[in-house]
T-cell receptor
Framework: NAGVTQTPKFRVLKTGQSMTLLCAQD?????MYWYRQDPGMGLRLIHY???????AKGEVPDGYNVSRLKKQNFLLGLESAAPSQTSVYFC?????????????FGPGTRLTVT | GQQVMQIPQYQHVQEGEDFTTYCNSS?????IQWYKQRPGGHPVFLIQ?????EVKKQKRLTFQFGEAKKNSSLHITATQTTDVGTYFC?????????????FGGGTRVLVKP
């Protein structure tokens, strides 16, 4: 099993450009998440999904959109990139249920916006 | 909203020494998880604590959940160079649905050989 994979690994964008980050998981997890990680600020939740066809806003959703058309994929879009979106983006997935389950993280995408 | 704070932000440790990192939540948690992120890597799950006052051990790592379920600690004994990395706690508020976690800012551990 590959676990959680992310593409691309690195990307440089100019201000105003758009792009889509792809996350895929092969563990049949219901829940998927997108985080951004900035130095000294830990992981902040951007958007998440509790199942195919559903998405919800996290802590820092502005400037991002997501889609979960298939259970195994979770896409993160930047419509008009800004330098403040320079960050490392991590996707994660987990089982669903009343309790909390560990989250499995992908290797990350390092995005620079100039 | 809920906040999770970790102290210290940085921990410089001599190899062989012990240290503790602390995690404090502004709200009562249903459970808390700890993750480790090696330099250049991604967060990897270490452990989950659910019960008030719970203590769990993993070799040289001891995790504790506070009685009020608002704080947690990670104690590492006889630090080794393999312990280098950033340790994050992540809490789920008691009234939150699903598996949405709030992460602390992390404690970055540097080991001096």
């Amino acid at each position: 099993n590959a676990g959680v994979t992310q593409t691309p690994k690195f990307r440089v964008l100019k201000t105003g450009q758009s792009m889509t980050l792809l996350c895929a998981q092969d563990m049949n997890h219901e829940y998927m998440y997108w985080y951004r990680q900035d130095p000294g600020m830990g992981l902040r939740l951007i958007h998440y999904s509790v199942g195919e066809g559903t998405t919800a806003k996290g802590e820092v959703p502005d400037g991002y959109n997501v889609s979960r058309l298939k259970k195994q994929n979770f896409l993160l879009g930047l419509e008009s990139a800004a330098p403040s979106q320079t960050s490392v983006y991590f996707c994660a997935s987990s089982w669903a249920g009343q309790g909390a389950y560990e989250q499995y993280f992908g290797p990350g995408t390092r995005l620079t916006v100039t | 909203g809920q906040q999770v704070m970790q102290i210290p932000q940085y921990q410089h440790v001599q190899e062989g020494e012990d240290f503790t990192t602390y995690c404090n939540s502004s709200t009562t948690l249903s459970n808390i998880q700890w993750y480790k992120q090696r330099p250049g890597g991604h967060p990897v799950f270490l452990i989950q604590l659910v019960k008030s006052g719970e203590v769990k051990k993993q070799k040289r790592l001891t995790f504790q959940f506070g009685e009020a379920k608002k704080n947690s600690s990670l104690h590492i004994t006889a630090t080794q160079t393999t312990d280098v990395g950033t340790y994050f706690c992540a809490g789920k508020p008691q009234k939150a649905a699903g598996n949405k976690l709030t992460f602390g800012g992390g404690t970055r551990v540097l080991v001096k050989p």
